[in-house]
């Protein structure tokens, strides 16, 4: 008995120790002029967004693709980044890009349909390309017809 007694003093004793170790090392006093930082950020989707990582497991991860136009020799690096909705992935060209596809740096959204086609479209929701899944981690161009784009994801 005299053991267990022990034992939960001891526990007791160093749960308070710690606890106020913690409390004194993170408690910034204002009237020390320390100023108070807000951890919020407002404005949750940015204008280009950035490779983040995803929150959904069952969607593609962040990736980089180079993206290249055959019939005009061609090619560029993007970003498709962060998760926007279920379906919706951010995307980023940077403008050397317009020189492979007309419209490409404006891009911002990835959209993944139901149909397996990806669409990639501007901020206001214009058409720019729409995508097809091909082999391995590469997709063509569907629409616009007879255009020789492929994108090739990129380790």
């Known amino acids: 008995m005299k053991a267990y007694a022990f034992l939960l003093t001891a526990s007791v004793g160093f ?3 710690g606890f106020l ?4 090392s993170h ?15 407002s404005g949750t989707i940015p204008v280009r967004p950035s490779i983040m990582s995803a929150s959904n497991m069952h969607a593609s991860p962040p990736a980089i693709f180079s993206i290249s136009n055959f019939d005009r020799q061609t090619v ?13 992935r951010g995307f980023f060209a940077p403008p050397d890009c317009d020189s492979v596809w007309p419209g490409l740096a404006q891009v911002e959204n990835w ?13 206001n929701g214009a ?3 729409t995508l097809v899944r091909s082999k391995s981690f590469s997709y063509e161009v569907a629409d616009p017809a007879g255009v020789d784009i492929a994108l090739l994801m990129l380790p």
């Open 15 to 17: 749960a308070s120790l």
């Open 21 to 24: 170790g913690l409390a004194q």
């Open 27 to 41: 408690g910034d006093d204002p009237a020390n002029g320390a100023e108070l930082a807000d951890p919020i950020i």
């Open 76 to 88: 560029c690096l993007v970003e498709r980044g962060a998760t926007l909705t279920s379906r919706s």
């Open 111 to 123: 959209t993944q349909n139901d149909d397996g086609t990806v669409t990639l479209t501007n901020g």
């Open 127 to 129: 058409l720019v390309l």
